[in-house]
């Protein structure tokens, strides 16, 4: 009897894990929110209710954030030197 030998494996496949610490697409809670930008988790909570910072919904209490949506938010936010 033969062995069949396993199909090779396609990396590009849609399976295929993304390094999120390279992309920065790490996904952080609303505690280092808070110490990332200085503001209170009150406030932040606030903003997202208020639907001024992007937000990640993970179910209907639980959210994050997308560290690459916080950089652009702050961004956004900057105003440039007169």
Known sequence: MKATQPAPHDESASNATVDRSVTGDRLLTINEVAKLTGL???SLYHFVSEK???VVRLS???IRFRQSDLSDWI???TQKAR
């Open 40 to 42: 209170a988790a009150g």
């Open 75 to 77: 961004q956004s936010l």
């Open 52 to 54: 001024r910072i992007p």
């Open 60 to 62: 209907k209490r639980c």
